[in-house]
T-cell receptor, first 112, second 113 residues
């Protein structure tokens, strides 16, 4: 049973570049959550989708961040242009019905 | 919005001792409280959760208690083992379905052999 799959696992890029993080939901799950984890701010919810529809994006830091669900099993989180303060571990999680959220292994992003 | 405070931020115990981590929440409408364990460089993994219709839940060496009146909940780990060493996060959510989790700041638990 495959869990939530995130790619890439690590990303190092220079500031100003576009960054795209990817997430594949667990088969059958219909809710998708993007989190950011830093030492200073802990685990923060950025945005979540239910049945491909964005429900709450109040955690998205600014317009440089955008997230999409082009289909029921896949999501992207894009940062354009990236800045050093965006460096963090980005997790996505998925769930279905009344079940708990299951996290992916995360993407460790470093913006130089 | 919801605010979740977690204490202590670090906790060191001797193997075999018990460990207790406490969280408080601000929104009385919150009714779902999961606990996640995160080992270094790994994903957060759910270890136990409790819903507001019960006051206590136990799973082997792990238990969680909830006091809705005081708006606090606690994680209890008995007979700690070195492999329990990790960062533990509590979270709260307003609906039983677990959407919109607000996480506490985390507790780094170190179990000394």
């Amino acid at each position: 049973d495959a869990g939530v799959i995130q790619s890439p696992r690590h990303e190092v890029t220079e500031m100003g570049q576009e960054v795209t993080l990817r997430c594949k939901l667990i088969s059958g799950h219909n809710s998708l959550f993007w989190y950011r984890q830093t030492m200073m701010r802990g685990l923060e919810l950025l945005i979540y989708f239910n049945n491909n529809v964005p429900i709450d994006d109040s955690g998205m830091p600014e317009d440089r961040f955008s997230a999409k669900m082009p289909n029921a099993s896949f999501s992207t989180l894009k940062i354009q242009p990236s800045e050093p303060r965006d460096s963090a571990v980005y997790f996505c999680a998925s769930r279905v019905g009344n079940q708990p959220q299951h996290f992916g292994d995360g993407t460790r992003l470093s913006i130089l | 919005g919801e605010n979740v405070e977690q204490h202590p931020s670090t906790l060191s115990v001797q193997e075999g001792d018990s460990a207790v981590i406490k969280c408080t929440y601000s929104d009385s409408a919150s009714n779902y409280f999961p606990w996640y364990k995160q080992e270094l460089g790994k994903r957060p993994q759910l270890i136990i959760d409790i819903r507001s219709n019960v006051g206590e839940k136990k799973d082997q060496r792990i238990a969680v208690t909830l006091n809705k009146t005081a708006k606090h909940f606690s994680l209890h780990i008995t007979e700690t083992q070195p492999e329990d060493s990790a960062v533990y996060f509590c979270a709260a959510s307003k609906n039983n379905a677990g959407n919109m989790l607000t996480f506490g700041g985390g507790t780094r638990l170190m179990v000394k052999p």
